[in-house]
Each structure stands twice: as C-alpha cells, then as structure tokens.
C-alpha cells in the first residue's frame, strides 16, 4: 500500500495514534490563555530541553545539513552548525524572556514602545516568518515521503512513463550540453523538453504519495492534537519526538557505513576536500567570513523570534530552567546536525550518480539502505521532527494573534474565548504554511529566505533591552527600512527588464549590493561568498546606524514606562505571585534600585553586572561549544575502520 510494507504503514499509524492522545490529553489542562499558550509557566528541566530541542529541530534541519553536506562537503553543515557559537549566548538571554512576564513578543513591543503600529508590524512580521519555518518544515518531509513511496516502473501509467523516459531524455541532454556544442536539432528537442519539465509535464518520477497530499495531511495531524492541548501538547509530545529526532541522527549511518566500507571506504570514494570543514570561495560557498556573518546575522534575529518567548524560556517555572532548556536543547541539536551532515556524505558515495535532487537524498537513501518496518520509523522520526516544531510555532503564532490583534478590536470577552480564537488563529497559520510549502517546494529557498527575516526586528530588540534611549520613531524607521531592503525590494527587482537582462542582475537584484555597483564598487570581481557576506553584512550594520541616529534627534521615551521595562528585567523571578508582583512593583515605584546592578549607573545604558552563575554557565557553554566544533573536526578527519 503506497509503496510501502504493512510494518511501515504500522509504525507510523502508531506514531500517530500516541501524539493524537497527548493531545486529547493535553486538552484537559487548559483553562486559560496563559495554559494553552504557555503551559501554564509550569515546565521543568526535561521538559523546557526536549521543548528547545524539538522546537528547534524540524525535518528540514536533518534533510538540509545532509542535502548541503551531499552538494559542498562537510562544510556544508554550517546550514545549521552555525548556530553553533550562537548557543552559549542563550544562556544570557533565556532569563530574559523568562523576567519579561509577557505572552507573546508582540506583549513586550506594546510594553516597551506604546505603540499599537509597531505592535502591528511585529505580528504581521511573526506570522510570516513562522509561517515560512513551518513551510520548510513540511516541504522536506513531503518530499522525503515522495520520494521513499515511489512507483516501480511496471505500475507507471502509460503516461507516466512516457514523462520518466522524456526525463532521461532531458538528462542525457543537458549533460550532453555541457561536454559538446550541441547540434540543432538537439537544441531544439533541449528547449522542448525544458518548457515541458517547467510547466510539470516531464517529471524523474512518480510517486504514490506526493508533496501535494503529504503536506495537507501532516498539517491535518499537526492541527488535531496541537489545536487541542496548546503548548502544553506541544511540550509533551516534544519529549517523545526528541526521542525519536535522536533516532533519526543515527538510523541510516550503521548501514550506509557498511555498505561502503566504513570510515576508510568513504574516504577512498570522496575526495579529501569534501571533508574540510571550512571551505575555499571556489569549492563551495561556506568560506570562513560567510559563516562568520552568518553567525552574526543569526544571533542579531534570533532574540526576535516569536517563539522564543514560550520556548525560549517564557513558559520554564523559573530562571535555570530557562537557561537549562534552551541552552542544552539546543547543544543537542547541534551535535545531532553533525551526524546529519555526515549522512550526506555517505549518501554522496554511494548514490552521487544517481541523485541529482539534493532535496531527495534523504528519502532515497531511506528506501535504499533500510528493511521493512525500519522505513515507516524513519518516516515516524522525520514526521516527530517536523511536527515538534509546527506544533510550538503554531501555539507561538496564535499567541500573537489573538492577543496583539484580536484583543484589541474585541476586548472584554472571557478567556475560554479567547483560546478558541487562539485555535482557529492556528488553522490559519498552518494553511499559510502549507500554501507557501507548496509554492516555493524548495528547501534551500526557503532557508536562506527565512535566515533573514528575523534580522527586521532582531535590531530592534536589542538595542530595546540595552539602551533606553531607543525610541518608537527610530524602531519604525529601522522595521520598515529592513522590510523594504530584505523583503519588497528583493521580491520586485528582478522583475524588472534591465535587472533581469542586465549581465550582473544576480547583483542588481540584491538592494545592498546594487546600490553599492551603482556607486561604483567592483563587485563583479567578487567570489559569491563575498557578496553574500556583504549583502547580510549591511542588512545588520544600517538598522543599527538607523537606530541611534533617529533616537537621538527624536523626543526620548517616557520614562515611567521604561522603569516598568526595567524593573522586570532586574528582578529575578519568584516562585509565589505575589511576592513577585510586589518586587516588581517595588523597582517601579524606587527606580534608584535598578542603578546599584547597573556598569554605568545614572547613564541610559542598561547593562547588568553579570553574576558568577551567569559567567561561568556562559564559559561553561563556550567550552562545550569548542567541544562539539572538536568532535566534527574528528568525525570529518576519521579514516578508520
């Protein structure tokens, strides 16, 4: 049934079935906004880790680390390895979200600027992002699915086959291009099958499940049990699918190793540059300077996102677990992309003849290397991995909405409805996401689409937290600047007939890198990884600069609004509400007590004196950081067996 064998079909019903009872499960505890959106601030160490964990791993982050690694070498896990050094920095930052006592992010922005348009903005913006990491999600399952339920030539349709063979034709053709000038008649018969593949004509194969129809489905299952119990069915069914993400990092090595020698086979068929993991601006893009800036443009974004505000830390019961969550969650997910990374060069030695479509890697080499039963875990593991992050992303998502948009214009009702509001915000997400999923049907597009966005209100952010000086004018122009350069511009340039018949319209449909040959820098005389290390470059410095120019000639916030702002953010969390509240209340109405943990005290500059816990956890995580960059160096390096 559906390619696939009755052990397979079991294994992931079963899957199904448990994470469908959670949610019904789940579903009992809710009885306010801040239960289905939260988890009631009621998660403990385990739970907050396997939450940061699956939040942060979704299928796309196994399938893309492989499909980079199977296309560029083992630099290629800098896709997600770059998160790497990004780590330790959370073990700053997750009290944050925790000392905050907001919702949503769209809470804080209201709290700290007053400002309904900027509030506004910060929704719209969230509900696209999470709308386009869901996408990627679903589009690499879908097309892992597609391809492990492949047709077998003899149940093709006569017209299926017809397009398989017009495929191979097409194949043959194109690399006949490339060794020889070809003849007119294969020309013309190149451009005919071309025109034919592009409209959906000419296909290299068939499947018994689609993108089409596996996408809708898994969002139908996402919906059922993460509509029901909120965060906290997102939590819980985050510990099972980490299980199983841990799973997925290593089911597909032990075969695929043996298959072609172990370690000392693998170098043998790969040549020794694919295994150095920073690579040279010929070989790949992945140059020392491009992960540099991407690790920069990362962490600048990252404190924005929307669902750092739950998962981050917001829903943990107190500070450490916070801290634990989010920072350990994610050391495992960086040392699983290493095993991640390492599948695709396996997959490389033994299929790089055979897949063109990096994006299918993964699914093919599932079929290919695993039995009866092993696939259907396979699929239950990518599934668990997609899942764990639209469940949370879409809790995140209706947070925002329902609070920062749906509150406003209909105030006053009850909670309960309010959280259904919250439910039916959650379809609205997931349908997005699956349209955009189904547009775009390309992993690495979506990737290096989404690794910007969080960059618009990523400057904004810290610079709120850090300066109180900031103003509400300065945000808007810095947000709207970011909006035009990284998401209008980009979009309606190469429409345009002298950038896209221009020699150089790669350059001219980026606005940094036009405006920048207009003047006339020689950009053209640039490797692609520096241009792109420009490009990302310049989406972080000018927001900044943006930011301190127009606050300083603009009026400065009011300042009973900032001592409230700061006065959660100097005090730390207190197990009873209460007391909590009252401390609180205490720096807001003494604003002399937020000075005495201040470095510049009096000034408008709000940076805290660290304490041991803060400094050593932060050294701690940056050795473990080097620790885990230790172990790829010495995977990638390994000769034997």
């Known amino acids: 049934m559906f390619g696939l064998h009755l052990l397979d079909i079991f294994a992931i019903l079963l899957y199904f079935g448990v994470v469908v009872f959670i949610g019904m499960m789940a579903n009992r505890r809710i009885k306010n906004e801040e239960d289905y959106f939260m988890g009631g601030r009621k998660f403990g160490k385990l739970i907050s880790v396997f939450l940061a964990f699956g939040t942060g791993t979704s299928s796309d982050t196994a399938i893309s680390a492989s499909r980079e690694t199977y ?12 998160w790497l050094f990004i780590t330790p920095f959370y073990w700053i930052v997750a009290p944050w979200y925790r000392r905050l006592r907001v919702i949503t992010g769209g809470d804080y922005f209201q709290l700290r600027f007053n400002s309904k348009a900027l509030t506004g903005l910060y929704v719209g913006f969230s509900f696209l992002s999470l709308m386009f990491a869901i996408a990627v999600a679903m589009t690499a399952i879908g097309k892992t699915v597609e391809i492990v339920t492949v047709k077998p030539v003899q149940e093709l349709t006569v017209e299926e086959r017809q397009s398989v063979e017009q495929y191979e034709e097409l194949t043959q053709l194109r690399q006949s291009q490339s060794e020889r000038t070809l003849e007119a008649r294969e020309q013309s018969r190149l451009e005919e099958l071309s025109a034919l593949e592009k409209a959906g004509a000419v296909k290299a194969r068939y499947s018994f499940l689609n993108t089409s129809v596996a996408v809708p489905v898994i969002a139908l299952i996402i919906l059922f049990y993460g509509v029901a119990g909120g965060l906290f069915a997102a939590a ?4 099972l699918q980490g299980i199983l993400i841990l799973l997925l990092s290593m089911l597909l090595l032990p075969s695929g190793l043996s298959e072609i020698g172990w370690f000392s086979g693998l170098h043998e ?6 295994f150095d993991l920073v690579s040279n601006a010929t070989a790949s893009e992945y140059t020392w300077y491009y992960i540099l800036v991407l690790i920069v443009m990362n962490l600048v974004g ?4 929307p669902h750092f505000f739950a998962t981050g830390g917001g829903g943990a019961k107190d500070e450490i677990t916070a801290r634990v969550g989010m920072v350990f969650g994610n050391f495992l997910k960086r040392f699983t992309t290493i095993m991640w990374g390492l599948t695709g060069i396996v997959a490389l030695a033994l299929f790089g003849d055979v897949i063109k479509d990096a994006d299918m890697i993964w699914g093919y080499a599932t079929r290919q290397l695993l039995g009866p039963g092993f696939v259907g875990i396979m699929i239950a593991c990518l599934l668990a991995a997609a899942m764990s992050s639209a469940d949370a992303l879409m809790i995140c998502g209706s947070a925002l909405f329902t609070r920062n948009f749906y509150e406003y214009i209909v105030p006053g009702k009850s909670e309960k409805h309010y959280v259904l509001i919250g439910r039916l915000a959650s379809v609205a997400l997931i349908v997005g996401a699956v349209a955009i999923s189904l547009y775009f049907n390309n992993i690495l597009s979506l990737l290096k689409y989404i690794w910007q966005l969080p960059v618009i209100f990523g400057t904004v952010f810290w610079l709120s937290i850090y300066w109180r000086r900031l103003t509400v004018k300065a945000a808007l122009t810095a947000v709207g600047y970011s909006w035009i350069m990284i998401v209008l511009l980009p979009g309606i340039l190469p429409e345009f007939s002298w950038v896209a018949g221009h020699a150089h319209k790669e350059i001219l449909a980026q606005p940094n890198l036009a405006m920048l040959y207009m003047v006339g820098f020689d950009l053209p005389s640039l490797s692609k990884p520096m241009l792109m290390t420009i490009n990302y470059g310049l989406q972080v410095i000018v927001p900044f600069l943006l930011l301190f120019a127009v606050s300083l000639v603009t009026a400065p916030p009011e300042r009973k609004r900032l001592n409230e702002v700061f006065a959660r953010l100097h005090t730390p969390v207190c197990a009873d509400e209460n007391e909590d509240r009252n401390r609180v209340r205490a720096c807001v109405n003494n604003p002399q007590l937020l000075e005495k943990d201040k470095w510049l005290p009096g000034s408008n500059w709000e ?4 304490d041991k816990k803060s400094v050593n956890g932060f050294l701690i995580c940056i050795a473990i950081a080097f620790a885990i960059l230790g172990f790829a160096f010495f995977i990638s390096r390994l000769t034997f067996p």
């Open 71 to 82: 296309r560029a070498g083992m630099a290629g896990i800098w896709i997600q390895l770059l």
């Open 236 to 239: 819980w069914t985050d510990s």
């Open 269 to 274: 068929k790969i040549p020794d540059h694919m």
């Open 302 to 305: 990252v404190v924005a996102q």
């Open 607 to 610: 940076f805290i004196r660290p």
